[in-house]
């Protein structure tokens, strides 16, 4: 087998509150293959979003190797390090984290202006991008005139904006209710299926969870259990 | 990822304290060494182990110190030099030594692995992070000291040149610019290099640069203009430069030197910004496409409702446009009031919609926080502009009255009256850019009116071709002529004298049976001289010369002769008025028992190239015994006091931009505040740190950059005022009748370009601070 999209080795991280010292992590190890859809469950504090962070170079572990499309990312500089959340990283949230002052379409639009696309381009993919996700008329909006479940969409919609490698997600349908909820989930199945993109779900709603091809558990900082469907 | 905040600012307090340190030791060494400054000190130095409060004590002490210098040198100049010299020098390696000690300490520390470890746990990031920059101080250190030697250098070279008898050098001020130019250059250079070497601002290595390459210079340039010793052996090399400071103030040439230094300073810290905002993203990438196209959305200067509203404070004050803002809001929301309530009972849908369009339109803090910088920023700007192009119009008015009484250059012989002055006239018209040409004689003596007598300086002049060169005739008020001087007949004689003579013809006491009114020579007094004495065009005044008269027994007798007032004139300068009298040149000559002229005035096409005119005049003459003098020399003091005085108001009134600069320190950090879970989003979406620097930066800019240019609109708007409609003065206490103003194309560029400078680095911290926040603190936030 080729190597794979994503190796972390052995990610320890721990905080510091109010002098004691908590253990989040204590050696996590996973490996994420190209296309992989993933989803990781386990109990609120359970240290789920820290090791997304942590995946997503958002934060740094205080010790482990994690190796992303062949280079370890400890070794690079602030600037690789923007550049491979920019090309190789999608993220949604659980709360959609949009820019307030932007409409739909300059949010979705925003990672291609980063990665120095011309301002036409990009919105010619936003627009595009928008139009998968079922929002084109809302796209002169601004966050604070969308639904929920429409913001959530659009965040998708960001996220995906410059084809990705790998999508991470945390608990992207946490604050929805059930019916707009599935429709983030099948969304996510969607384009996992057709443009190939590998996705790491982090929720608790365990059922949606168990749709999904590969389960890892998080338990006391470490890998409890893995179940492929 | 986190970029180990916790790390540096403990190194540069590291830094801090040590420099306090080494400073307080050697303020307590001073003090030690003499007993009476550690009384002086004493105050002071209780704040040095606290703060930099050392620094000017040292200063202090060392000044002190310095004033003895000269004594001491003069006893044993070269060897008293030569150890303050290798004091000087070992104190600098001392130093030296200290900074490397503590930084390769430093780094072996980092290089621990297991310290390393215990480290990387605490804040994994400061792993990655690189450690002092010797490349970078290296960079630092010497594109300041190099800039420092370029300024002194070229100006030398260039300027120097231009004393020299070919002329091709460049005038004092250009010479100065251009070699000031190339020195800010460099620094902002050595500041771009040493920062992208480092990809962060590296404070730590340029205060050391600063310190060590930088101060040298100037201390040792300050110590030349106090001791004789080093002035006799640099100075001549260097007496451009000291004639240039000199022209700040008289007695303080340092200040020159220390305020390039500043600038210098200066320029370096901008190189280093804008190296590390360049290429802190890994690369060189001075691109702002993004960066612009967020900021502009989070402060959102550019509305025109800011922009007026602003405009509008800063021109009419804060009162009347809050007044006016008050009817126009009432007036607004009466009126969508009503319209919502009618939308209301047809279309319950559209009227919750403006409704809400109506609460979102309302300013946010932040929105209203923008706009009071905006106004803080511009008021500085608009001050600054105002308060120097009324100074410049004091200064202009100044001269004006000074070159319209005397002339824009003398030409003068040494030790002798000049007889072949109609020669000397003739060669000098004809030399590029004279305009005007005209002997004169001066000398003092006493004017006598009656009883009551003042102190004069008569001026012999030749009506004809006065004008040509002074404002006199144009002066001389009503009733009075400049030519009755050459035809003494034609003045009308004072009426009470008229009856005098009539008397006297009558009674035949006196002047004779039938005898005309005595034919007097025509004089011309100032104003204020003529209110003085209580004459009149037509009276009678005498001349008194304490000496020249004859040979009395015991000495020289005064001399007296009488003139009739042929004209009063108002120069406007009150020295001018008061103590100046015109007279005929032959009768100046005559009374002051002198040949010729003292001199021949000059006056020049363009005031401001009067000094090289003057220059080309002396060549023409072929130098001695002939000089020359401009009006710049013959005023000097006056002029370089002013010039110093506009210098200090301009930073004086600097300040004001530098609180503006703290409105907008607190405007971008409560941006940065509001916009915490934004940037780490933003950095999740890619944005490297630099970036969000840009991010921030460009903000801070925005509200300088408008704030500038409003505050130039209205100061200019303020200069056109005062200028076409006036505020009265009262000319008896100002001499002046309304305040003058001149508005100076360079001054006025000045004000608003310090001001973006000064935005620029007051949100450098708060830009700094928004893109060392952890994303993921960011996210756990929610």
């Known amino acids: 087998m080729s190597a794979p999209l994503l190796e972390a080795t052995d990610i320890a991280k721990s905080f510091f509150l109010n002098g004691e010292r908590i253990d989040v992590l204590r050696g996590v190890s996973i490996r994420i293959e190209k296309g992989d859809l993933i989803s990781l469950i386990g109990a609120s504090g359970s240290g789920k979003s820290t090791l997304l962070h942590v995946i997503g170079t958002l934060d740094a572990p205080a010790s482990g190797r994690l190796v992303i499309q062949g280079e370890s990312v400890f070794e690079m500089n602030d600037a690789q390090l923007a550049q491979l959340r920019n090309r190789s990283f999608g993220f949604v949230f659980q709360s959609h984290f949009l820019l307030p002052e932007f409409t739909a379409l300059e949010n979705v639009a925003m990672p291609g202006l980063i990665a120095r696309q011309d301002r036409k381009s990009a919105f010619a993919s936003a627009n595009a991008l928008l139009e998968r996700v079922g929002l084109t008329s809302r796209r002169d909006h601004r966050p604070g005139e969308l639904s929920g479940g429409e913001s959530q969409r659009v965040a998708l919609a960001r996220a995906l904006m410059l084809q990705p490698a790998l999508l991470l997600a945390d608990e992207p349908t946490g604050n929805l209710d059930p019916a707009t909820a599935a429709g983030i989930h099948s969304l996510l199945e969607e384009v996992n299926r057709d443009l190939g993109i590998a996705a790491l779900v982090v929720t608790h709603n365990e059922q949606l969870a168990a749709s999904l091809p590969r389960r890892l558990r998080l338990q006391e900082g470490r890998i409890a259990a893995v179940e492929t469907c | ?782």
Not at chain 2, 50 to 60: D, N
Not at chain 2, 215 to 237: A, D, E, N, Q, T
Not at chain 2, 512 to 523: D, N, T
Request: glycine share 12%; hydrophobic share 50%; net charge positive.
């Open chain 2, 1 to 782: 990822m986190n970029e180990g905040v916790t790390r540096r600012p403990r190194r540069s307090l590291l830094l801090a304290a040590g420099l306090c340190g080494a400073v307080a030791l050697g303020n307590i060494g001073l003090g030690l060494h003499r007993a009476d400054l550690l009384r002086n000190q004493a105050p002071t130095m209780l704040g040095i182990g606290m703060s930099w409060g050392g620094l000017p004590a040292a200063a202090r002490a060392f000044r002190n110190r310095a004033a003895q210098l000269p004594q001491t040198l003069e006893r044993t100049p070269l060897a008293a030099a030569r150890s303050y010299l290798l004091i000087g020098l070992g104190f600098w390696l001392a130093g030296a030594a200290l900074v490397g000690l503590a930084f390769g300490g430093l780094r072996r520390v980092r290089s621990d692995p297991h310290k390393a470890g215990v480290l990387a746990s605490l804040a994994p990031a400061s792993g990655m992070r690189s450690d002092f920059h010797w490349g970078t101080l290296a960079a630092y250190g010497l594109g300041f000291f190099l800039a420092e030697s370029m300024v002194v250098l070229a100006y030398a070279v260039l300027a120097g040149r231009s004393l020299a008898s070919d002329g091709a050098g460049f005038e004092p001020g250009v010479g100065f610019a251009i070699s000031f130019g190339v020195g800010v250059l460099i620094a902002l250079v050595g500041g771009f290099v040493g920062a992208s070497h480092a990809r962060r601002l590296a404070i730590p290595e340029a205060t050391i640069a600063i310190l060590y390459f930088g101060l040298p210079i100037p201390i040792v340039l300050s110590f030349l203009s106090r001791s004789p010793f080093l002035m006799m052996k640099l100075g001549h090399r260097l007496r451009e430069l000291v004639y240039l400071s000199s022209l700040l103030g008289e007695s303080r040439p340092e200040l020159g030197y220390w305020l390039v230094f500043a600038a210098l300073a200066l320029a370096l810290f901008l190189g280093m910004t804008i190296g590390f905002v360049a290429t802190s993203s890994g690369r060189f990438d001075a691109r702002f496409s993004y960066e612009r196209f967020i900021a502009s959305r989070h402060v959102g200067v550019f509305r025109p409702g800011l922009i007026v509203s602003v405009l509008a404070v800063l021109v009419l004050g804060v009162i009347p446009p809050l007044i006016l803002l008050g009817i126009v809001r009432a007036a607004q929301a009466m009126a969508e009031r009503v319209r919502i309530r009618r939308l209301g009972q047809t279309q319950p849908l559209e009227a919750a919609r403006a409704l809400h369009e109506l609460e979102a339109s309302a300013q946010t803090p932040t929105q209203l926080m923008t706009a009071i910088s905006v106004g803080g920023v511009g008021v500085g700007v608009m001050a600054l502009i105002i308060v120097l192009s009324v100074m410049s119009g004091f200064e202009d008015d100044l001269r004006q009255k000074i070159v319209g009484t005397h002339a824009d250059g003398v030409v003068l012989k040494s030790g002798e009256s000049m007889e072949d002055y109609p020669e000397v006239m003739a060669r000098t018209r004809n030399v590029r850019g004279v305009v005007g040409v005209t002997p004169f004689l001066m000398s003092e003596g006493m004017v006598a009116a009656r009883d009551i007598m003042s102190g004069a300086l008569i001026k012999g002049i030749d009506p004809q071709s006065a004008g040509s060169v002074t404002d006199l005739p144009r002066t001389i008020l009503p009733g009075g002529d400049l030519a009755w001087l050459t035809k003494p007949s034609s003045i009308p004689i004072a009426p009470d004298e008229a009856a005098l003579v009539e008397e006297a013809a009558r009674t035949g006491v006196g002047e004779g049976e039938g005898a005309p009114v005595e034919l007097l020579s025509g004089i011309i007094l100032g104003r204020e001289l003529a209110a003085q004495l209580r004459v009149s065009v037509g009276d009678r005044v005498n001349l008194i010369s304490p000496l020249g008269g004859a040979i009395g027994p015991t000495g020289p007798l005064p001399k007296a002769k009488a003139f009739r007032v042929a004209g009063i004139f108002y120069s406007g300068m009150y020295e001018y008025d008061s103590k100046l009298v015109y007279v005929l040149l032959q009768d100046a000559a005559d009374f002051f028992n002198l040949k010729g002229a003292t001199g021949v005035e000059v006056k020049v096409a363009d005031v401001d190239a009067a000094r090289s005119v003057m220059r080309s005049i002396l060549d023409v003459l072929d130098g001695y015994p002939y000089r020359t003098r401009d009006w710049g020399e013959m005023n000097s003091n006056l002029f370089a006091a002013l010039r110093l005085e506009k210098l200090v108001m301009g930073i004086i009134l600097s300040i004001i931009v530098v609180v503006a600069a703290g409105l907008i320190v607190a405007t971008v950090i409560m941006l940065v505040l509001e916009k915490r879970k934004e940037i780490a989003v933003l950095k999740a979406l890619g944005v490297p740190n630099g970036g969000i620097v840009k991010i921030f930066l460009t903000e801070g800019l925005q509200i300088g950059v408008l704030g500038g240019a409003l505050g130039l609109i209205a100061g200019l708007v303020w200069c056109v005022f005062i200028d076409r409609v006036g505020i009265r003065l009262d000319p008896q206490v100002y001499y002046i009748h309304a305040l003058p103003v001149r508005i100076v194309p360079f001054q006025t560029a000045l004000a608003p370009l310090v001001a973006v400078m000064v935005t620029f680095l007051a949100s450098l911290y708060p830009a700094l601070k928004a893109s060392q926040l952890d994303p993921a603190e960011g996210f756990r936030s929610e």
